[in-house]
């Protein structure tokens, strides 16, 4: 099948990708995951789609599978290349990356730690395989308050990578958490002013916000939580709209599940659209997924021996949430 022509500009042409990919999905024995931040042609055509906890409970139970498909980022197709090493995990693009787990060099977060020797070190799961051997159990946004929780008190802890996530927790339970000094670039780009200019022009509107974003977004936010958590809010509350603090591929899910509601996604700083997208997640296209099965590549590998440090704090945060 050609793809060469990358625009489907037609939709027959995009309904007969959907049919081969389909078609080698069966074929291969292979399932295709996907984030909700996802392009919404991928979500739609997916085996299952979440945030990155639920994508990784279920790349966990996977069985009678030899190919697992990651549409997301890199970090998301190592995650279920360490819980599937029996299984060929590919992801559409190779080059879908993400900044915060780029904010976060494994050497560097290693000569970081020498200075905590005595601290427990909880990370964040949006971090490279190389962070994720050097930690003691990692948490979602979903699940780190809980997790973080589950230690006592007095215990000393190093939170990686996200900076505003760590500040959240510390505010929820009363922690002085060592915070590492990353962020998300997407989360990082959102504005107070613009924010608080769509609340004047929605006053009825709920502001759901993602735990990554600034403190100043958190405090006028009515709710604040997980992908999955932000999508359970809408889908459950009584109110008809909402001002969606987050990157722009859940509003698919969110139109889907709630079509009587209205939605409004909130801008970036640089005004240059009306809604904050990650570019890396939208680098895998249907075209992609579609060569991706075909040539059965890019594939994710991972070291042996550094797979078997990291399955164990990610296990660990399974146990816990």
């Known amino acids: 099948m050609n793809v060469e022509n990358r625009s489907m500009t037609t939709p027959k042409e995009k309904d007969k990708l959907i049919e081969e990919i389909k078609r080698l999905k069966k074929e291969k024995k292979a399932v295709v995951l996907a984030h909700y931040y996802q ?9 299952h789609i979440g945030d990155s906890l639920a994508l990784a409970r279920y790349a966990s139970t996977l069985k009678d599978v030899d190919i697992i498909v990651l549409c997301g980022v890199h970090f998301m197709g190592e995650t279920a290349k360490i819980l599937s090493q029996d299984k060929k995990v590919l992801i559409p ?3 879908a990356g993400c900044s915060l787990a780029d904010s976060c060099d494994a050497d560097e977060f290693k000569e970081f730690l020498k200075k905590y020797p005595d601290h427990t070190v909880i990370s964040y799961v949006n971090t ?11 948490v979602t946004s979903g699940n780190a308050v809980k997790i973080v929780e589950t230690f006592p008190k007095d215990e000393k802890i190093v939170f990686g990578p996200d900076r505003n996530l760590g500040n959240y927790i510390n505010s929820l339970t009363g922690r002085d ?15 107070m002013e613009k924010l608080l200019e769509l609340k004047k ?18 405090l006028v936010a009515d709710k604040v939580g997980s992908t999955a958590a932000l999508i359970d809010y809408a889908r ?3 109110a008809d709209e909402f001002i969606v603090v987050t990157e722009s591929g859940i509003m698919h899910e969110l139109e889907k599940i709630c079509p009587d509601k209205h939605f409004i996604a909130a801008p970036p700083e640089d ?24 040539d059965e590549k890019p594939e994710i590998n991972v070291d042996a021996q550094v797979a078997e440090a990291a399955r164990k704090p990610i296990e660990k945060m399974l146990e816990l949430s």
């Not at 490279?128 to 930690?135: D, E, F, N, Q």
């Not at 022009?201 to 958190?218: F, G, S, T």
């Open 177 to 191: 958490m060592v915070l590492w000094d990353g962020a998300c670039h997407v989360h990082e780009q959102f504005s």
């Open 39 to 47: 392009r919404p042609e991928i979500q739609d055509i997916a085996d």
């Open 128 to 138: 490279s395989v190389g962070v994720k051997a050097l930690t003691d159990v990692l």
């Open 271 to 294: 005004g240059s659209c009306s809604c904050n997208e990650c570019g890396y997640m939208k680098l895998n296209t249907l075209e992609k997924l579609y060569e991706c099965l075909r």
């Open 236 to 238: 459950n509350s009584e």
């Open 93 to 95: 693009d190779i080059e």
């Open 201 to 218: 022009e929605y006053p009825q509107a709920k502001v759901l916000v993602h735990p990554e974003c600034k403190k100043a977004l958190r």
